[in-house]
């Protein structure tokens, strides 16, 4: 990189924690930030750290983050020369990163013809199977539906494929259009309730079926390339922990693999992303078997939200390489070299998704007004957050409110390491996911590193660390009313977890 910033000015057509991470690396290397904002942001984090902000509309994402025109509008009106879109959102959607472009700013992400190719996920088997590279058994085309031939013919493919089924979405993730398919009877909901969803999500109804590999892994693969065709590998994530089918932590490097294994793994992933000719950042993602065969299941064209824990362990900033690339210029040095040591890392890392969810409730997001936040530090944790005391958080969009990442020089210290941030953190106002992750930190298979896909589904039981919240509770109330002198008898001796003895104090009976 030369004396002089990729760009002047770049719009963030995002919100939350990934505008803020990336407004610091703008700040970094000298860009000028413009946000965008719904009335529901009116006083984020993140329009607060840029220096421009621009309002999209309402709260709901349709009236505001997902106005693609609106987005153009901002940036060309603001005086920027790039667009970042982050994740989620408008982040893959080709016809965006088409439109940014004829605007005459640059998109900071793939080219859209690669967004094409690869958000279609029936498209994106297609072009892993073309570059040699093995697929889940299943269907390379949507599933018919409409009348009773239709119905037929979906039993048929479900038949030769073999149960037990996933049913899956072509035009998106996140868990979104999902739904397991144990046996025949349960096959025609599942396929209506599954393509509804998918309607919804994405405005595409298109589902297929996949043969559903049970006891394995979610490992996945960062990549990065440019315009002159080179791709490299900058190692893999283990994604394992999830609930319905999205993640709740994620480690890199995967635990377990051989060197061996992980430039099989790397190999896999470059070839894919060749075959598209991908330029900028993306992850391909894996299933590992539990006989050690990798099966691909997608690519998405994007920054990760578990990006941060692959630049702990290569010491990069992938940010900061995404806008290089989008400038025009050539993988750098450091990406390079951080590609040759990929298949050897020397550190480990551990990334939490802190969300406004209740773990003792399926993980139902619970927005609300954040009354205490205090973020954990010290040696080897990065805090990756959008928020701050007396947010509210909506409820129109994601609950991610933050991430906490341990690094170490091995896997047990940054176990370590994450467990004392998630003691440190102190939340309050709105129940998060602290307490499964909690939970998760002495749990025999994930300290050992026995990770599986449906381990929450199988292992997560609310009830005991509900009750030692309770208990801890209790005790807070209880060595409140001593500091404050009261006496065992009277009106004050008793006050419920909930009530306020007159200094604003109030214990969390859950968070």
């Known amino acids: ?70 987005i153009v509008q901002a940036a060309v009106e603001s005086g920027a020369q790039a667009v970042h ?15 940014v472009e004829a605007a005459g700013l640059a998109f900071v992400g793939p080219a859209p013809e690669t967004l094409a190719a690869l958000g279609d996920k029936l498209e994106a088997r297609a072009t892993a199977t073309a570059a040699g590279v093995p697929i889940v058994p299943g269907m390379f085309e949507p599933l018919p539906t409409g009348d009773e031939a239709a119905v037929a013919r979906v039993e048929s493919l479900a038949a030769d494929i073999g149960y037990p089924l996933l049913i899956k979405a072509a035009a998106g993730g996140g868990g979104r259009g999902m739904r397991r398919v144990d046996e025949p009877g349960e096959l025609s909901v599942a396929v209506t309730a599954a393509a509804r969803e998918s309607e919804q999500a994405f405005g595409d109804g298109s589902v297929y079926l996949e043969r559903l590999v049970e006891g394995g892994r979610h490992i996945e693969v960062q990549l990065l390339g440019d315009s002159s065709g080179q791709v490299v590998a900058l190692g893999e994530r283990d994604c394992s922990t999830q609930r319905r089918h999205q993640k709740l932590v994620e480690e890199a490097p995967a635990p377990g693999l051989t060197r061996a294994q992980r430039e099989q793994l790397h190999a896999l992933a470059v070839a894919v992303a060749r075959q598209v000719g991908l330029r900028n950042a993306a992850t391909a993602e894996f299933l590992y078997a539990s006989d050690g065969s990798f099966y691909f299941l997608e690519v998405n064209a994007r920054l990760q939200v578990e990006h941060g824990v692959t630049e702990l362990v290569s010491e990069l900033d992938l940010v900061r390489e995404q806008l290089l690339i989008g400038a025009g210029e050539p993988l750098s040095p450091a990406v390079l070299a951080a590609a040759e040591r990929a298949a050897t890392p020397e550190r480990h890392a551990i990334e939490l998704r802190v969300s406004a969810e209740d773990p003792a409730r399926d993980f139902m997001p619970v927005p609300g007004l954040v009354t205490r936040w205090r973020e954990p530090a010290g040696p080897g944790i990065r805090m990756d957050s959008g928020l701050e005391q007396g947010w509210r958080v909506p409820g129109e969009y994601d609950p991610l409110l933050s991430k906490v990442l341990a690094v170490a020089p091995d896997r047990e210290l940054a176990l370590a390491r994450v467990r004392r941030a998630v003691d440190e953190f102190e939340t309050g106002g709105v129940q998060t996911t602290l307490p499964f992750h909690a939970w998760l930190l002495a749990h025999p298979a994930f300290t050992q590193a026995r990770l599986r896909t449906d381990m929450v589904a199988r292992d997560w039981d609310p009830s005991p660390p509900r009750a030692a919240a309770a208990e801890r509770a209790a005790d807070a109330v209880t060595r409140h009313v ?27 009976p859950w968070a």
């Open 85 to 99: 879109p982050g994740y989620g959102f408008l982040s893959e959607q080709s016809s965006f990163g088409a439109a």
């Open 482 to 508: 001593a500091a404050a002198g009261m006496g065992p008898s009277g009106p004050e001796a008793a006050p419920s977890p909930a009530s306020d003895p007159g200094r604003g104090w109030k214990p969390e």
């Open 1 to 70: 990189m030369s004396g002089q910033p990729p760009f002047r000015r770049l719009l963030v057509a995002n919100r939350g924690e990934i505008a803020v991470r990336i407004f610091r690396t703008c700040r970094e290397l000298g860009i000028e930030t413009v946000a965008v904002y719904s009335d529901a942001d009116a006083k984020a984090l993140h329009v607060r750290l840029a220096d421009d902000a621009v309002r999209l509309g309402p709260a709901p994402a349709p009236e505001s983050y997902l106005r693609a025109g609106a």
